[in-house]
Every structure is written in structure tokens, then in C-alpha cells.
């Protein structure tokens, strides 16, 4: 079955988003299906590491973190936005040095920087371990103190 089917939940997943975005019927059942195994086996072409947990106490911090900081952000931004105070806000870049060098790692913080409004990953330099990060509000925070202890630390304890 694994060499058919190299990543059966993925399949199944996908599968079931085919169906819900476009109807259920049978041509959509074996396009879904087609386009699931497909999908499937480029997943083990690509050959993903599989990421060792190292700490859990830190999950469980990090998504506590993570959506209390989207909120906050997400409400900074919108007064910025509604109270047209977005001509005075220095925006700018911000060099982050990580020590981070896991690749499930970077790509989670990768991912809780975009998800947050303001901020934009720009760039990672794998060679120098170095984020360029876009910020909409440079004054707002010390940025390299705060990736690197609230989303850096963590991860860095759950990924090693």
C-alpha cells in the first residue's frame, strides 16, 4: 500500500478538500482521487525529514504565544490603519541573526511571522543564519529581542 500510496492521510486529506470545494460526484470523486495519489507521490519524491520533537512543554507555550501576538498585532495594525496615523510610523527592515537551523524550525517561524500583520519573512540567508524581516511599525518593539525570544527560543527547544 506505501508503494502506492506513499502518504495515505495526505491522500485522504486532499481527497476530501477536492470534494468540498467542488461537489461530490463520481468524476469529481476520480479526478479528486488521481489528483490526491498524484499529489501523494510527489510528497515522497520530495522525500521530507521527519521532524524530532524534543519538547512539548515548549509546544504548548508557543501556541499559547502565537495567537495572543496575532491578535495584539492584528488590532495594532488596524489602529494604524483607522486612525490614519500611518504616515508618521517608521517601517522599515530588521536584520535578525537566528541560531535556529532546524528546517521545520525556520519554516514554522517562517510561517507565525507571516501569519502576523505587520511583519513580512523578506529573506533567510541559510549561509549566515540571517532573516531579513519587513516591519510596519519599527518603533513599536525592539523586533530582534522579541523573534528572538518568543518564537526563536521555543522552537529552537522543540526542534533542538
Not at 44 to 59: F, N, V
Request: charged share 20%.
Amino acid at each position: 500500500m506505501r508503494s502506492v500510496l506513499p502518504y495515505p492521510l495526505l491522500a485522504l486529506l486532499l481527497l476530501a478538500m477536492w470534494i468540498l470545494l467542488n461537489g461530490f460526484s463520481v468524476g469529481q470523486l476520480l479526478l479528486g482521487g488521481v489528483v490526491a495519489a498524484a499529489a501523494s507521490a510527489v510528497m515522497a519524491q520530495l522525500q521530507p525529514a521527519k521532524p524530532r520533537l524534543r519538547s512539548w512543554r515548549a509546544i504548548g507555550r508557543l501556541l499559547l504565544v502565537v495567537p495572543v501576538d496575532i491578535f495584539r498585532s492584528n488590532v495594532a495594525v488596524s489602529r494604524l490603519i483607522l486612525a490614519g496615523t500611518r504616515g508618521r510610523k517608521v517601517s522599515g527592515f530588521v536584520t535578525i541573526p537566528l541560531a535556529l537551523r532546524d528546517r521545520t524550525g525556520l519554516a514554522i517561524l517562517a510561517c507565525i511571522i507571516t501569519s502576523t500583520p505587520g511583519t513580512a519573512w523578506v529573506e533567510y540567508d541559510s549561509n549566515r543564519s540571517i532573516l531579513l524581516l519587513h516591519v510596519l511599525d519599527l518603533e513599536s518593539e525592539d523586533w530582534v529581542k522579541l523573534i528572538k525570544t518568543r518564537y526563536e527560543q521555543p522552537l529552537r527547544e522543540i526542534f533542538g
